[in-house]
């Protein structure tokens, strides 16, 4: 899971993610999360994605930000990106085809092929944090269900 910062939205997809995947008994599925940035490099999510998180029980607050690099494409068979800068920055850091076809828009795995962005709730209210919970939570909801199904093949 990858945004900016990786302090508001990838850390929340992450925490989600790993949260219903869990529920489903699935525990073997590796799961991270970093930033196109090193902005915020060492600092746990912010407390307001905490917070929000945490009313879902979903704990986040033993995360810590990191940059993502090209290592990740290959310690990872998916990559989700939360915007279109996200997906232009991840994207140029990929050196093959193959890894240019792991990343996607998270929001994709509902809306099909219509690149909508999970918006950045770092400068709004807490309206914004609840509203990203539920579009990510959407998203991470699907993709453990496909996973399920997969596991069950
Ligand atoms: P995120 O939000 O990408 O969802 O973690 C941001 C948090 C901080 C900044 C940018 C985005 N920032 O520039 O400090």
């Given at each position: 899971m990858v945004c900016l910062g990786n302090i508001c939205r990838s850390p929340l997809a992450e925490g989600i993610l790993r949260h219903r995947l869990n529920e489903r008994g699935l525990h073997n599925i590796r799961v991270d999360s970093a930033g196109t940035?090193?902005?915020?490099?060492g600092d746990h999510p912010d407390a307001r994605t905490i917070q929000n998180a945490r009313k879902h029980?979903?704990?986040?607050?033993?995360l810590i930000s990191r940059q993502f690099t090209r290592h990740d494409f290959a310690a990872f068979d998916f990559i989700y990106v939360m915007d279109s800068s996200n997906y232009r920055d991840v994207i140029a850091l990929a050196q093959t085809e193959e890894e240019k076809s792991k990343?996607?828009?998270?929001?994709n795995t509902v809306w099909?092929?219509?690149?909508r962005a999970v918006p950045d709730?770092?400068?709004?209210?807490?309206t914004g944090f609840e509203h990203v919970f539920q579009l990510v939570d959407r998203a991470c909801t699907k993709l453990a269900d496909d996973l399920l199904k997969q596991h069950a093949l």
């Open positions: 940035s090193g902005y915020h490099t029980q979903v704990d986040l607050s033993q990343v996607d828009l998270l929001l099909k092929g219509e690149n709730p770092y400068y709004g209210g807490e």
